[in-house]
């Protein structure tokens, strides 16, 4: 199994960050499992705060954007210090690191118009849909096909999503359009992951994915720059890009306790906790359509896992 390289000094990097002693310690599946579920919990922070400063705060989209991702380039250097950062910044593959952060600042950008006016539940059914287009995607870019169980299951998923979004019923809103190009932008997010992963460490991709959003929004924040007006918004600002660190660290720690198939069951917890937090925030509930469409998309999210790991198992039996 190809391991990771790191390219900060180890002794620089807490332990979360640096290359595992072995490929996945996967006795240890109730900490990989705790892990997620924080993770995702951090996540849901995420997002419940941008759209608190965007809908309740009424700050420009630009600058919740640009905080989110200010936030947690400094969590970053903070964490690695000052003298790791021109390390970082040697990738092998530079000008993809540039187009993959790209992506994940256009996928955060439309994530935040969509949360403008959709609930949290909403947005994050559509984002369920990233692993289904990931499997979709992956054969004519990376040469993975899927077989037809696979393909059926997309399908599947994506018609949970029009359940979801229901626009027959004439209440369709083009926030559901910027949810789903989020979407599509952090699956070829996590495809180019994919694709890099082999040629640079962990600290140098995280580094690199925050590049594009620091820079390039910059201008466009510092343009049209308001200060929160209430306390509960400062602390929204103040704490966006610090749950997206946080997360992010769990997330990577996850892996090393465990395989993807035991984890990613878990990510649709996210469900749950941003339900949880749409309603404890912006008194918001999930309609039956939504309820209904998400469900259709977690089944077949959990049936693609379930053909991966059936897939694994054959090629193991087929190697020996």
């Not at 807490?14 to 002693?21: R, S």
């Not at 759209?51 to 309740?56: D, L, R, S």
């Amino acid at each position: 199994m190809q391991r990771v390289v790191l390219d900060v000094p180890p002794d620089t990097l807490p332990d979360f960050l640096k290359a595992p002693a072995r490929p996945v310690l996967s006795s240890r599946p109730m900490k990989a499992i705790g892990l997620i579920c924080l993770a995702v919990m951090c996540f849901s922070g995420t997002d419940t705060t941008g759209k608190y400063m965007i809908v309740v705060g009424h700050l420009p989209i630009a600058e919740v954007v640009w905080v989110r991702f200010v936030g947690q380039f400094v969590a970053i250097v903070v964490t690695l210090g000052l003298v790791a950062v021109p390390s970082m910044l040697r990738a092998r593959k530079p000008g993809w690191q540039l187009v993959r952060a790209g992506l994940l600042l256009a996928s955060t950008l439309f994530n935040f118009l969509a949360l403008r006016t959709l609930r949290l539940d909403q947005v994050m059914t559509v984002q369920f849909l990233t692993p289904l287009t990931v499997a979709l995607l992956a054969g004519p870019l990376l040469g993975e096909w899927v077989g037809w169980r696979r393909m059926l299951a997309i399908l599947v998923g994506f018609c949970g999503v029009l359940v979801a979004v229901h626009p027959s019923a004439g209440t369709f809103e083009l926030a559901f359009l910027w949810a789903a190009t989020s979407m599509l932008a952090y699956a070829l997010f996590t495809i180019l992951t994919r694709h890099l992963a082999p040629h640079d460490g962990v600290p140098v991709t995280l580094f690199y994915s925050l590049l594009a959003g620091v820079v390039l929004m910059a201008p466009l924040a510092l343009a049209d720059w308001t200060w929160p007006s209430a306390p509960l918004v400062w602390l929204a600002m103040l704490t966006c890009g610090g749950w997206a660190a946080v997360g992010h660290a769990l997330f990577i720690a996850a892996f090393r306790y465990a395989p993807a198939t035991t984890i990613a069951p878990f990510t649709y917890l996210g469900l749950l906790t941003a339900t949880s937090a749409g309603y404890l925030v912006f008194a918001q509930l999930p309609d039956s359509a939504t309820m209904s469409g998400a469900a259709l998309v977690v089944v077949s999210g959990l049936y693609l896992l379930h053909r991966e790991r059936v897939q694994r198992l054959a090629i193991a039996v087929t190697a020996e």
